[in-house]
Each structure stands twice: as C-alpha cells, then as structure tokens.
C-alpha cells in the first residue's frame, strides 16, 4: 500500500474486512529452497555408477532424484510438463511431533505459523504438481487429521472441487504412540483428476479375500425411486412392464377391471396395490384401459438416471440388455424395475471408500529391516498397489516428489509383472539418507529375490531398469556463458524428456563428433541430436541427407536465442524436429519460477573480458574438418 495516506490504507482495510470470502487465506512463507530458484536454475545429472540395467532390452526406466522436491518439480516441468498420468503423494502430516522440516528446521507444535508454513509449502509444490498431470491424470494424497481439513480446501482452489474423484479412509493397523484414550487408526487419501475424462481400471475388492475378483454392477435408479416431486417424462409402457402378461394373474377380466378401478381411484400404483395383485411396482399410472383381456396404461417415469428413452430402447429390443458403445456400457433390466450397468470386460466396478485389508506399516517395515533400510511407519506396498491399478495402464508414467522410503516406485515394479512398462519417477531429498533408503530398498528388489510383508518369497523384480539422478544447478542470468552451459548440463534432461539413453557416435562423412560438439542418443525407433556447437550443423545435415527416414528424429541445438537454425535444415527438414536451447528450458521454467530479484542495468552488461571469453569459447568449438578423424 506504498503511496497511500493513513486515511485512504485505512478505507481499503475496512472494505476489505466486509468483503466475504469463502477459502483459505493464510500468511505466505518464503522458503530457503525457494530463493536458491530466483537465482539458479535446477538440472539433473545422473550418478553412473548407481545405474542399473536390465537384460530385457523393453525394460521400462525407472529413475529416483535427490534433491528438493521444489527443485526436482521445477526440473520435471521441462521434461514431464502434462505426461504424468498418476501421482501418490505422502507428505509431512505436520502433527507438530517433529515430522515436518520448514527451513532446516522442526515446526514442532508451539510454532503459531505451523498451519500457514505448511500450506506455503504445500500450494507451491502442488500448482506444480498440476501442471504435470496429463488430461487424464489423477494426483492421490495421503493425510490425517491434523492437515486434512486445509488439504481439502486447498486442493479445491487448485484442482478444482468438481474434480474429487472420491476421498478414500484408510483402515490402518492403529500402530501409534499415541497414549490418548482415543487412538485414530484411519488417515485419508484425497483424490482428483485434472479433468473429467477418468475411467476406473480392473478392480479386486480389497474387502475380500485377497486374490478373489467380484463382479458387481452399478444400478440406477428404480423406475419410482425418485418419486413424484420430480419432473416426470411420458412414455407409454404396459403396466406388467418389464414382466410378462402371463406372470400377473390378472388373465380374468373382473381381476382386470377391479385393478384399475383401485388404481384410478388411488391416482398412484402403491406398492401394496401391485403385491395384491401380484404385478410388478410399476410408474404413476395415468391412463389405463382393457384390451383383449391385456392392461395398457401410460405411466410416468420420474426424472433420475432411469431415462425414458433407455426404457423405449429396453421396450425396442424386447426387454434385453442394451449396449452403449460410446461408453462401453451394457445396460439390463431387473423384473423390478431397476436398470443395472456394467462395463463390458472389466471385473468389480466400484470400490468402497473405506479400505482395509491392504497391509500394515508395521509388516513393510519389517519387510525393509531385511533389506537393510530402517524406516519407520512406511505406506504398505499393498496400499499403494492396489491404488495405482485403480487408474494406471501398462506404459503410465507415476511421479511420487515425497517419495519416502521408495513405496510408490516398488508398487509400480511389482504392478509390471503383469508385462506393462509402467515408469515411476521418485524423488526425494537426502535428510537422513532418506534417498539411500529408497535406493537400497529398490535396488534390492531389481537385483535379488526378497521376503514381501506376508513372509513370503519374492522374485527379483528384474525386468526394470533404475537411474539415479542428483539436482545440480546453473545461474538463472542469461548471458552467452551461462546459456552454454546450461545447454551441456541439459543432456541428462533431454534423455529423460525424450526416455533415450543409448548414445551411439555421431559421425559426419567417416568421422566421429568430439562430444562437447554433438552427441547422438538412439534406441533403434527414434533418434535424438544435441547439437551443442553449431558450427557443426552443415555437416550433421550431409550426415542426415544419407539417412533413411526416421520415425523420429529431434534434433536440439544450442542458440543464443529462440531460432532453431530451421533454415540450415531445410534440406532434411521433413526428416527432423527441431528445438532451440536454452530457450526451451528457459520458457518451461519461466512458468513456474518465483521472479528474480532486481538487478541494475549495469550488472546485465557483459563486460569486455566476458566477451573475449565467449568467443574464445566459441572459437574452440569450431569444427576442424582439414584434421581428419575426431573433430
């Protein structure tokens, strides 16, 4: 309110205070790791010597990140932006017992911001957590008591309320320290879509013995169930509808006449009317009359999910099942007057909300003591197993950024013995070797048999490959050094955007590229270039003139601005896609950074020794072709 009198900041507070508003409204904090982005940009680089690779060449990659979370998510804008379809969140509950870290330090439950610190530091993570999420994606969130309230409100604003898929109460094992008289043994999980588009996948009840499938159905509403309040809709029906003649015993024409001079009397078909005359409970009956010894009547159908025009199609074909092809939906009648669905080729369509069955911590913990983490109270991977098949297909990509002891990463290998190529990605930081846990738990699945949470042997999980990645960092100030070397730093970016790892030699009439000129990455079905020299460009294009087409052929190169040298590949141009960096990278982040802090024009300037840095950098970089072999 800078520039306003006493009198005008005092006018604007009181108009504010009779504004009433629905939401939360909360006091922002401003975090370490949050100021650490108004300067620096976040990268990955990959740790080699943690890789681990699969002998099934189609084995999916799998790939846990150190570092903050908030770097991590500004990180995956660039490479993930609207691709991950399910993310499992399990954050700090903050219940004030030393289980949420703001500024490397404890909000413990004396702390009068603790609520405001933590949705500061919830809001930011999930605004970019949503733009992640595919069309098709759904964001799962853990939480208890102590949080849930804020949570809900919060993800409202976010994700909007009419995306809630459902609010699940888990059924936990009630492991607690808790000494109250009253111990909570159920957290939540809040779940929403990004949009409406979701449909449930095959569904084992965890309500039941465990391995068993149920079907059940959906069933709409009766033909009266929504009673006489609501608009109705004609249709004319027989009355005996959807039963036929010979079942009501009313062949006898004074059963008939007697029926409907009670039913004209009553204006409404009771159901004590039809239990005396043996007929089914059928709609308000308007109209009625006798025919050939056959009852016809006009009734009404009340508004609800039993529409009039599915009742004529039911009437159409005779009574039997209807199929919906747009929804994959097969519709039937019960002799009630109840309209079932099913979804054709899946099994069990709903799941109750409240889960149980599902694991315990205390088994999973005991679980990973064999595998030489030591973790306390961690998320069953029975739990989120079965959470992630509510909405993953074969090839989802999972993102889990309070990633734990590794869960959500082992439930995703273990959903891939059914031969899907699910991909999870798992970050984390390192407080208390946290991300060492989650390594060593998931490696020890990958490369060795182990004892799941019921004591039962385990094969390894050998058909996924890990990569392990730590957060680095490059300055946000633009100027030709810092784009350059973004670029570099860039590589290990582009072949998780791209899921390309394999380099192969980039060669140009018989010579093979130094690699701070160009590096190659291919899998046999698609093709990356990450051209870091562009001097080197007329020969790569030669180079691509002798090439066969390509399904996919992105080629990356490094400009000072947001042209992409499309002129120079003119001549291959149907064969390739090009993408200028850094600025890419720069407009992916732009979107999610918090604004860099004032600088003085000065302080932009590159001074003169800046300048013959570059271009002796730029000199460096030129392509020798009269030297023969490696460039």
């Known amino acids: 309110m800078t520039g306003l009198t006493n009198d005008e900041k005092s006018a604007l507070l009181e108009l504010l205070n009779e504004k009433k508003m629905y939401g939360l409204v909360w006091e922002n904090h401003e975090e370490a790791v949050e100021e650490q982005l108004r300067e620096q940009l976040p990268v990955f680089r990959e740790v080699p010597e943690r890789r681990i690779l699969s002998d099934d060449a189609d084995a999916p990659n799998h790939i846990i990140i150190e570092a903050e979370n908030l770097h991590a998510l500004v990180a995956l804008t660039y490479t993930h932006a609207s691709k991950i379809d399910v993310m499992y969140l399990d954050p700090p509950y903050n219940t004030g017992n030393k289980d949420f870290v703001y500024n490397d330090s404890y909000v413990d439950s004396e702390d009068s911001y603790r609520h405001s610190k933590w949705l500061s530091f919830m809001e930011k993570r999930l605004k970019i957590a949503k733009t992640l999420l595919s069309d098709k994606g759904v964001i799962m969130i853990s939480i208890d008591n102590h949080e849930y309230a804020n949570l809900k409100l919060l993800c409202d604003g976010i994700f909007g309320e009419q995306h809630l898929l459902t609010i699940f109460v888990w059924e936990t094992d009630g492991h607690t320290d ?13 779940c929403y879509s ?29 033909i ?13 029906l027989p009355v005996n509808f959807p039963c036929e003649i010979d079942d009501l015993h009313l062949e006898k024409s004074e059963n008939v006449e007697e029926f409907v001079e009670e039913a004209q009397k009553a204006k409404f078909i009771s159901r004590e009317l039809t239990d005396k005359y043996n007929m089914v409970y059928p709609a308000r009956l308007d109209t009625m009359n006798v025919k050939n010894g056959k009852l016809k009547a006009t009734c009404r159908v009340f508004s609800g999910w039993s529409s009039a025009s599915k009742l004529k199609a039911f009437i159409n074909n005779d009574c039997n099942p209807i199929e919906d092809k747009d929804t994959m939906l097969r519709y039937y009648l019960s002799k009630n007057g109840v309209i079932y669905y099913r979804r054709e080729g899946r099994e069990s369509h709903y799941v109750q909300t409240i889960l149980r069955n599902l694991g315990t911590t205390e088994t999973n913990k005991y679980m990973l003591e064999k595998m030489g983490v030591r973790f306390d109270y961690p998320k069953p991977v029975e739990l989120i197993s079965f959470l992630l098949s509510l909405f993953t297909n074969s090839d989802s990509i999972i ?27 798992s970050a984390t930081n390192n407080e208390n070797q946290i991300c060492e846990k989650n390594y060593t738990r998931n490696s020890t699945v990958i490369c060795r048999d182990y004892e799941s949470p019921k004591g039962e042997k385990e094969c390894a999980l050998t058909s996924n490959n890990l990569r392990y990645y730590k957060a680095d960092f490059i300055s946000r100030e633009p100027n030709s050094k810092n784009k350059r070397e973004l670029v570099k730093a860039a590589t290990d970016l582009l072949c998780i955007k791209e899921n390309l790892y394999q380099e192969v030699k980039m060669t140009c009439n018989g010579k093979t590229l130094r690699k701070d000129y160009a590096r190659r990455f291919a899998d046999g079905e698609k093709e990356m ?55 890419a990278i720069y407009q992916a982040y732009r979107r999610v950074l918090p604004h860099r802090k004032k600088v003085q024009q000065a302080d932009m300037m590159v001074d003169d020794e800046e300048m013959k840095e570059a271009l002796a950098d730029a000199e460096s970089y030129s392509y020798q072709e009269e030297k023969g072999g490696k460039a």
Request: glycine content about 6%; charged content about 25%; proline content about 4%.
């Open 529 to 583: 270039i990450i051209i870091y020299e562009p001097a080197v460009i007329k020969y790569i294009v030669e180079e691509l003139k002798t090439w066969g087409q390509k399904e996919f052929i992105k080629i990356y190169v490094f400009s000072e601005g947001r042209y992409a040298y499309d002129d120079d590949f003119k001549d291959v141009i149907e064969k390739v896609t090009l993408c200028a960096l850094p600025d």
């Open 224 to 236: 009266t169930k929504n009673g006489i309040k609501n608009p109705p809709s004609e249709i004319t």
């Open 178 to 190: 808790n000494q109250e008289q009253i111990t909570d043994v159920h957290e939540y999980i809040l």
């Open 194 to 222: 990004k949009t409406d588009a979701i449909l449930l996948n095959n569904i084992v009840d965890p309500n039941v013995d465990q391995g068993s499938k149920i079907l059940r159905d959906f069933a709409e509403n009766s």
């Open 399 to 425: 993102l889990d950024f309070f990633a734990g002891s590794g869960t959500t990463l082992h439930a995703t290998m273990l959903l891939n013995k059914d031969g899907g190529k699910r991909q999870c990605i």
